[in-house]
């Protein structure tokens, strides 16, 4: 089964709530477990974990083109081919390049010219480590060189690497609602939403319930900071029904924790109670699937 947790905003608890439930289902529900963190622009799931062992790390690359002007016959045939508009020729300039911010590493370009006149040469992509957390199958996470702007790209490769061995992934996604989220929901069995009370909370809520129904995928709600808000929220899961799997209430003794990055240790009872309870809800439902 895989779980992605998703959120409309940064800031709700998307983490907290990854590794939490990570935690719950590997220590009481199903040992068989990984956690990905697929939020490749800013991955910070290893911050919770004190005794990370790194069990593997490789750097990935993406394919760049790379033009030959002297081989180039400025018939612009590379320029129709590629839907990313990375390519610039400018025959009477003699200008024919590639925009490496805009190619997606896709081949047409290559296969599309019959002068070869393009080569591809590795650029980094980023880095993805294996690590040993002492709880199920481990961690894995994506590092996106710095500048690139291929989350996408990355977050493929780093699923491509996880072993699919493990009866229970947890993808955590990145934040918002482009691209690198519908990539990580792809495949994803159930998406637990993470939102919080308050009116920033609701509308990005909103935004990404919209693409979740567009895509037809499974979802739920988790509302975090529970108590320092509105009912709004509950009144829009009621009207809208949608499920709502639980409340992580806000405590200040927690969120201590969590700005130390202990929040495995001294975990309120109320809290440890709802995760228990959002991940018996998540288990039960790979009977379903
Ligand atoms: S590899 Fe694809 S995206 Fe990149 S320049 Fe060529 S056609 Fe465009
Ligand atoms: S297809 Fe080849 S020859 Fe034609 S413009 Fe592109 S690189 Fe130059």
Not at 111 to 126: D, H, K, N, R, S
Not at 203 to 229: Q, W
């Amino acid at each position: 089964m895989k779980i992605a947790v998703a959120s409309g905003k940064g800031g709700t608890g998307k983490t907290t709530v990854s590794v939490n439930l990570y935690r719950t289902i590997g220590k009481y529900f199903d040992k068989n477990i990984r956690l990905v963190d697929c939020d490749v622009e800013e991955p910070n799931d290893a911050i919770f974990f004190h005794d990370l062992k790194l069990v593997e790390k490789k750097e990935v690359h993406q394919l760049i083109p790379k033009i030959d002007v002297e081989a180039c016959t400025f018939c612009r045939k590379c320029v129709e081919w590629c839907e990313f508009n990375a390519i610039t020729i400018v025959k009477s300039l003699g200008f024919a390049e590639v925009n490496n911010d805009l190619c997606h590493s896709c081949g047409a370009c290559s296969v599309a010219c019959e002068f070869g006149a393009i080569t591809e040469y590795p650029q980094p992509l980023g880095i993805i480590s294996h690590f040993d957390t002492g709880i199920g199958n481990g961690f894995t996470e994506g590092r996106l060189e710095i500048g690139s702007a291929m989350q996408t790209m990355l977050i493929k490769e780093v699923k491509k690497e996880v072993s699919q061995n493990s009866s229970v992934i947890i993808y955590d996604a990145p934040p918002g609602t482009s691209c690198p989220v519908v990539e990580t929901v792809s495949d994803a069995d159930y998406i637990v939403l993470v939102t919080e009370p308050t009116p920033f909370g609701l509308h990005d809520l909103k935004i990404t319930v919209d693409l979740l129904t567009d895509l037809a995928k499974p979802f739920g709600v988790i509302v975090n900071k529970a108590g320092l808000g509105s009912d709004e929220v509950y009144s829009y899961l009621d009207k809208k029904n949608i499920e709502f799997l639980g409340d992580i209430p806000f405590t200040k003794e927690y969120a201590a924790n969590y700005a130390s990055g202990n929040i495995f240790e001294n975990i309120p009872t109320e809290i440890e109670g709802t995760y228990m309870d959002i991940a018996e809800e998540l288990m039960s439902k790979r009977v379903l699937l």
